[in-house]
């Protein structure tokens, strides 16, 4: 499979990180095969989606300190 389709190999370590825990992303990233790059791409990934999801939090935050303040006054 990785000679004949290199761009599945990458797809599959890059979901399989996707999904496995911090540990066990550096352990797969230490023992297998993975294509050079791919860890680092699933790093800066969950990495964005985090600050995404801080930034909702955050906004969905401040729409109920606005909600609750209409409701009170």
């Known amino acids: 499979m990785a ?3 290199p761009e599945a190999v990458e ?3 890059y979901e399989v990180c996707m999904l496995a825990t ?3 992303r550096r352990r797969i ?3 297998s095969p993975m294509p050079e790059g791919v860890f ?3 790093e800066n990934d969950l990495r964005e989606q985090k600050e995404e999801a801080k930034r909702e939090a ?3 935050q ?3 300190g606005d909600t609750k303040e209409l ?3």
């Open 3 to 5: 000679e004949n389709e």
């Open 11 to 13: 797809d599959f370590y």
């Open 22 to 24: 911090a540990g066990n």
């Open 29 to 31: 990233a230490k023992h």
């Open 40 to 42: 680092e791409r699933v």
């Open 58 to 60: 955050e906004k969905q």
């Open 62 to 64: 401040s729409t109920q």
């Open 71 to 73: 409701v009170s006054e």
